[in-house]
């Protein structure tokens, strides 16, 4: 494994240290002292010494010194130097930014117009295309970064991070996770080249197509079976018996001629009988629209409960997004209120160094300061004490008023901090209350019932105005068919029964006319039929690859998971979510010990940090320095074969290297 390690770094005029050189220890360098002394700094100067930014990857982040009267001090380098070890190898570093001046034509006084920069490596300039090619063969910038700092790998986006454990762990195949399960093996060979998701994506559009012709294929088989009951049917409503009525047309073409001097009585006759015969159908139908009502509302005081059952689980789960929806926009303006508390933390920072500053300057007089500006005389003694006096009031007061000043802008700036921190608290209550919210929605017996559609045909097997009705329904039909049996030609009404006869045998013809309809009918009712047995088990096929392909991807993430955190000595990393409806999202938290890395303190943060780095260093095959800052909270750091700079909070007012 490449090791590189800091032996020595040198800053002159950066970020506010004037002259400051750190020799390091090759195992652990502790860096101490209060607020404000530049521990940060010094991850600061090394960053930028290898990549031009500073610890938290800014390129413009002010490394020019401010004097006392609160500006930049003109004309002075700014320079870091550093010399590593990388495998036994010493490499010397130096890095400067200077500020460029030059005299205008027609001008005396020179006028800034720039800024340079230069690049040492081993004491030879480079250009910038040539410097990053050295730096990136030592370590590259990207590997740079997650194997440096603790806090940097889970600041990253989830997909970022999840690229990086990928890297380090592999992909999991499909064929790994079909290894040892046959329908796995079997739904792969279906797939034919496609991606899981793309099969996916088939198999849905498939069932969509499926299932629409599944719910529309009963529809038109009823509309058959309906238009073939019918043609099949006679006007009285009874069924059509073609052979019979075969028969009986060739009877009656027979009995034609002889009962044609009988037709006009018969007719008389058989329209009387008809009269009541009509009247009777008229109410059977009245009596059938009844019972097909009456079924209907059977049919929808049945489905009640279930509609309002359906309502009510459809609204717990919308509530339930709903909910998640607004924590995760909790979570985004927390992390937007972090980055503002973090700004006046730094504020603070800053406007207490001014006020030591301000605090510690001490008035220096001048011999000028005590001659005459006309005729160049010294002063008297007593002249020289007066203007010593009058120089002291004027500098104590106007160090007064910067005090005050100070002081004053600096309880402002604690406002500031303290109203964002309420408002980092008043979201966190939100997001817990809404948390709290789901779990009582989850936990409502409705949110995860299973509802079946119910079975209407017990109530109407049980209701007694139904049964009241075909009861009155059968005895007029019983009653129909009696008279009609009873309706015998009149033999004296020769002249109607003729007409009769020949209006009998037209209606014949007429209803062995529908037998090739019908014919057809039932052909096309045994082809829907077939069409639905197939498509149905189609459907249930395509469903059952579905099934198969969840468990796959359930399989999938315990195989990933099992990877990737094989590679940790404590920390398991949670990549994937499942979901109500059973389905896999990707995700990735770390956790230690079941606790989530944003919950756990910052000692814990730390070393999970380090344990990621350890991972790193192991897959790249490199080791670099490890900066953790505020390492004051840490009893005990997780081991690492890295070098370890702790850079802790004390009371001391000079930085002490251990």
């Not at 080249?193 to 719910?215: L, P």
């Not at 991807?553 to 315990?558: E, L, S």
Request: glycine share 4%; with cysteine.
């Amino acid at each position: 494994m490449k090791r590189i390690v800091i032996k020595k770094i040198s800053l002159v005029n950066f970020k506010g240290i004037r002259s400051l050189t750190i020799d390091f220890n090759e195992g652990v360098t502790t860096i101490s002292g209060r607020n404000g002394l530049g521990k940060t700094t010094i991850f600061d100067a090394f960053t930028w010494l290898l990549f031009g930014k500073d610890s938290k990857e800014r390129k413009q982040f002010g490394i020019k010194t401010y004097g006392k009267d609160g500006q930049t001090i003109p004309r002075i380098p700014h320079e870091v130097s550093g010399v590593l070890d990388v495998n036994g190898e010493e490499i010397t570093l130096t890095r400067r930014f200077a500020e460029k001046w030059q005299k205008k034509r027609g001008t005396t006084t020179e006028e800034m117009t720039g800024h340079e920069e230069e690049r040492l490596y081993n004491d030879v300039p480079m250009s910038v295309k040539d410097w990053a090619e050295k730096i990136e063969s030592i370590c590259p910038e990207q590997v740079f970064k997650f194997i440096t700092n603790p806090l940097y790998f889970a600041s990253q986006k989830a997909d970022v991070q999840r690229t990086m454990l990928f890297r380090m762990a592999g992909e999991v195949t499909d064929e790994e996770v079909a290894k040892d399960y046959k329908n796995f093996q079997d739904l792969l060979a279906l797939m034919t080249g496609k991606t899981m998701e793309e099969f996916k994506r088939e198999i849905v559009a498939k069932k969509k197509r499926i299932k629409a012709d599944v719910e529309a294929i009963p529809e038109r088989m009823d509309e058959c079976k309906r238009q073939i009951a019918v043609i099949e049917c006679d006007k009285d409503g009874r069924p059509i018996n073609f052979n019979r009525l075969r028969a009986e047309l060739e009877q009656k073409k027979a009995e034609l001629a002889k009962v044609e001097d009988h037709i006009a009585d018969i007719t008389k006759a058989y329209n009387d009988k008809m009269g009541a015969r009509l009247e009777k159908s008229r109410e059977l139908g009245d009596i059938k629209n009844q019972i097909v009502k009456r079924e209907a509302e059977i049919k929808e005081d049945a489905y009640k409960g279930y509609r309002n059952e359906l309502d009510t689980q459809q609204e717990l789960h919308y509530q339930v997004e709903k909910l998640k929806g607004e924590i995760a926009r909790f979570e985004t303006e927390i992390a937007n209120k972090q980055t503002e508390l973090e700004r006046w933390v730094k504020v603070r920072e800053e406007m207490i160094a001014e006020w030591h500053e301000i605090n510690n300057s001490k008035l220096v007089f001048d011999d000028k300061d005590f001659v005459c500006p006309t005729c160049h005389r010294h002063f008297d003694i007593d002249d020289i004490e007066a203007k010593q006096r009058e120089m002291t009031e004027h500098f104590n007061e106007e160090k007064k008023q910067k005090l005050e000043d100070n002081t004053a802008r600096g309880k402002a700036n604690s406002e500031r901090m303290k109203a964002v921190e309420a408002e980092i608290k008043t979201l966190r209550s939100c997001i817990a209350n809404n948390e709290v919210a789901i779990r009582e929605y989850t936990e409502n017996p409705m949110f995860n019932k299973e509802l079946a559609e119910p079975d209407a045909t017990p109530l109407m097997a049980s209701d007694k105005e139904l049964a009241e009705l075909k009861d009155k329904a059968n005895v007029l039909q019983s009653e129909i068919e009696a008279e009609a049996k009873d309706d015998m030609p009149d033999t004296d009404t020769l002249a109607s029964a003729k007409r009769g006869m020949m209006a009998e045998i037209d209606s014949i013809k007429a209803e062995l006319a529908k037998e090739e309809y019908v014919k057809g009918g039932h052909e096309r009712f045994a082809e829907l039929e077939k069409q639905l047995r197939v498509q149905s088990e189609e459907l249930a096929e395509l469903e059952g690859i579905e099934d198969t392909m969840l468990e796959f991807a359930k399989t999938r993430v315990k195989l990933v998971e099992y990877k990737i955190n094989s590679m940790f000595s404590m920390v398991k990393f949670k990549m994937f979510d499942t979901q109500i409806n059973g389905g896999v999202v990707e995700t990735c938290e770390a956790v230690v010990d079941g606790v989530p890395y944003s919950t756990q303190n910052n000692a814990m943060v730390i070393n999970i940090g380090i344990d990621i780095i350890n991972a790193i260093c192991r897959s790249e095959n490199i080791s670099a320095p490890i900066f953790v800052d505020n390492s004051e909270s840490i009893n005990s750091i997780l081991p690492t074969p890295s070098q370890l700079i702790r850079l802790v909070v004390t009371d001391d007012e000079q930085l002490k290297i251990n």
